[in-house]
C-alpha cells in the first residue's frame, strides 16, 4: 500500500564563498527558508524539521509563497534530495512530474531517451520497451523518434518528456503546478491523461499557487512557511 512519511527532515543548501551580508539579505527575499552565516559560507535551511504523513486516498495540495519550501518538499519525496537529517520512507511506484525532461539526452534521439528516462524512472529494460508504442501513439511525433531531440522545437520536446513520465500508472503522483505542455490538442490529451493518473493513483502531492487547483484536485491543504509546515488540514471545497 502507497504512502509517504516524513520525520523531522531538514535540508539544507551551503552557499561558500558567501561574505556579505547584502548577500545574506537577497537571499532571505528571493529563496526563502532560513539562512545562516558563518565566516566563509551562508547555509540555506530549505526544509527544517519536516514531519509529514500522507495516507492512500489523500490528495494533498501544498500551498505557501515563493520560497516557503514546497518544490524542495516534492524533491525530496521523489528522492532527488537526500536530506542530512531526518527520516524517508517511500512506499509506492512513484511519477514524479517536476523535471520532465531530466536526464534526457538532447545529442540522442527520441527513441534513445525513452530508454534513458525510462530507465531513470525505474523501469526494467523490458518495461522500457513496453511504453514504447504508447509514446509513439501518445506523442505524435512521428519520424521525428529517429531524430536527435536537439532538432525538436521545445513544444516537441515536453511532449516526447511528458508523454514518457506519463506511460504508466504510478501509486504516487509529485506535481509542481499543473503542466502546460505542447500545443493546444495536445494540452487537452495532456490534462486528460493526468486526471486519470490522479483519479487511479493512491497519493497526490500537487504544489500550487492557484485556489481553483487546490480545490479542484486536492483534499487535504499543507501550508508552508520559511521551510517549515505551519498547518494541515482536510479542504471541504
Given at each position: 500500500m502507497a504512502s509517504v512519511d516524513l520525520e523531522h527532515v531538514d535540508v539544507l543548501f551551503p552557499i561558500y564563498e558567501a561574505r556579505s551580508r547584502s548577500l545574506k539579505n537577497r537571499l532571505v527575499q528571493t529563496v526563502g527558508g532560513n539562512v545562516g552565516q558563518s565566516a566563509d559560507h551562508v547555509v540555506i535551511e530549505a526544509l527544517k524539521d519536516v514531519?509529514?504523513?500522507?495516507?492512500?486516498?489523500?490528495?494533498?495540495?501544498?500551498?505557501?509563497?515563493?520560497?516557503?519550501?514546497?518544490?524542495?518538499?516534492?524533491?525530496?519525496?521523489?528522492?532527488?534530495?537526500?536530506?542530512?537529517?531526518?527520516?524517508?520512507?517511500?512506499?509506492?511506484?512513484?511519477?514524479s512530474l517536476l523535471d520532465l525532461t531530466m536526464g534526457m539526452d538532447f545529442e540522442a534521439s527520441g527513441y534513445e531517451n525513452i530508454m534513458l528516462?525510462?530507465?531513470?524512472?525505474?523501469?526494467?529494460?523490458?518495461?522500457?520497451?513496453?511504453?514504447?508504442?504508447?509514446?509513439?501513439?501518445?506523442?505524435?511525433?512521428?519520424?521525428?523518434?529517429?531524430?536527435?531531440?536537439?532538432?525538436?522545437?521545445?513544444?516537441?520536446?515536453?511532449?516526447?518528456?511528458?508523454s514518457i513520465s506519463t506511460a504508466q500508472n504510478p501509486e504516487i503522483i509529485l506535481m509542481d503546478e499543473l503542466l502546460t505542455v505542447g500545443d493546444s490538442d495536445f494540452m487537452k490529451k495532456a490534462e486528460a491523461r493526468i486526471t486519470e493518473m490522479i483519479q487511479d493513483a493512491d497519493i497526490l502531492v500537487l504544489a500550487s499557487h492557484v485556489p481553483e487547483v487546490i480545490n479542484r484536485f486536492c483534499n487535504v491543504i499543507v501550508t508552508m512557511e520559511g521551510g517549515r509546515i505551519l498547518d494541515v488540514k482536510k479542504n471541504a471545497a
Open positions: 514531519t509529514l504523513h500522507i495516507k492512500p486516498g489523500e490528495r494533498v495540495g501544498l500551498v505557501g509563497h515563493n520560497g516557503a519550501g514546497k518544490s524542495t518538499l516534492l524533491r525530496v519525496i521523489a528522492g532527488i534530495y537526500e536530506p542530512p537529517r531526518g527520516r524517508v520512507n517511500i512506499s509506492g511506484k512513484v511519477a528516462r525510462a530507465t531513470m524512472m525505474g523501469m526494467s529494460y523490458a518495461e522500457s520497451k513496453s511504453i514504447v508504442p504508447y509514446i509513439e501513439s501518445f506523442s505524435g511525433l512521428g519520424e521525428y523518434l529517429h531524430l536527435p531531440m536537439r532538432t525538436y522545437s521545445s513544444g516537441m520536446q515536453l511532449r516526447l518528456a511528458f
